[in-house]
């Protein structure tokens, strides 16, 4: 590939300012986006899930003019992994080898797994899913969490009984290999993001500043949540299903059945939100070679973008 046509990467936490960045550096530029986020690819939940607003045309969605690939386009009962957006991604680029793409957003294993490679694991096997899902809607999750102790008592300890999706792709792997998720993942690859493959930024905010950005935009789309998921249920999607599994659609539903007020769910989920972006930034710490871009509330997107492209030109 032409050097001056690297992919870029445009990383950070939650509320960073990504998706702005990526649209204004791919105007700058005449690039196309690809989302690297595990639950934009869902459809009708772009509020919960800060998805950019756009529209499908023509087999795209584009926002603002852009090319925005894999947003808003998985049912809300099917599952989305870093193998399956590997194999996307990699059709993508493949479609359009010419094209300046920007890989934006914050799942950080997404980015890893296509640039530099992980462990291999098994695909998902959707007639387990299905078991594991119904048996933790029979007897609570909990349950499922203690199966997996019985077997992988690591994987139990690192991923709570909550986090219903990782418990039972624990599980899964269990099953389909015989060998426990905890001794295939391996945490052997190297944690960089090769040059000769990808120019690699990471959005760096003021924990403060960026604790406030999440409470306005949390403020701003819990309203929308609320609407999203009377929709997406009325359309005939069971509550437990998987893009409903997304960060803070179990506190609208909450809400939606008087269990709390709206004040305790949108705390609750700034919480929430906040301990997942301290994740985030955890995660982009062990890569020493990003660059890392000073973010404020005076810098705008194509503030980002112009840096972006200085360092590009280097």
Request: glycine residues 8%; contains cysteine; proline residues 3%.
């Amino acid at each position: 590939m032409d050097k001056k046509n690297l992919p870029i990467i445009i990383a950070g936490p939650t509320a960073s300012g990504k998706t702005g960045a990526a649209l204004a550096l791919a105007k700058l530029c005449g690039g196309e986006i690809i989302s690297v986020d595990s639950r934009q690819v869902y459809k009708f939940i772009n509020a919960g899930t800060a998805a950019p607003e756009g529209e499908w045309q023509d087999g795209f969605y584009k926002v603002e003019g852009i090319n925005y690939h894999l947003v808003d386009f998985l049912d809300l009962n099917e599952n989305f992994d870093v193998s399956r957006f590997c194999r996307a991604a990699e059709g993508i680029t493949k479609y359009k080898e010419n094209t300046q793409f920007i890989f934006a957003g914050g799942t950080g294993m997404y980015m890893q797994g296509y640039f530099s490679g992980m462990d291999k694991l098994p695909e998902g096997d959707p007639a387990i899913r299905a078991e594991l899902s119904a048996l933790a809607r029979e007897k609570g999750r909990e349950y499922l969490h203690k199966i997996l102790s019985s077997f992988d008592e690591a994987s139990a300890s690192a991923i709570p009984a909550g986090n219903i999706h990782r418990v039972i792709r624990a599980i899964e792997i269990y099953r389909l290999t015989g060998k426990p998720a905890s001794v295939l993942r391996t945490g052997r690859y190297k944690a960089e993001f090769p040059k000769e493959k990808v120019l690699s930024f990471y959005l760096d905010w003021d924990k403060e500043d960026l604790d406030k950005r999440i409470a306005t935009r949390t403020e701003a789309i819990f309203g929308p949540m609320v609407e999203e998921t009377q929709s997406v249920l009325k359309m005939g999607y069971k509550r437990d299903c998987p893009g409903l599994r997304s960060l803070g659609y179990r506190e609208a539903l909450e809400y939606m059945d008087g269990n709390i007020s709206k004040d305790e769910a949108v705390a609750r989920i700034i919480t929430l939100t906040r301990q997942y972006a301290k994740r985030q930034r955890t995660w982009f710490r062990r890569y020493n070679d990003m660059i890392r871009i000073k973010c404020s509330y005076e810098k705008s997107g194509i503030d980002v973008a112009k840096e972006i492209l200085l360092w590009k030109e280097r």
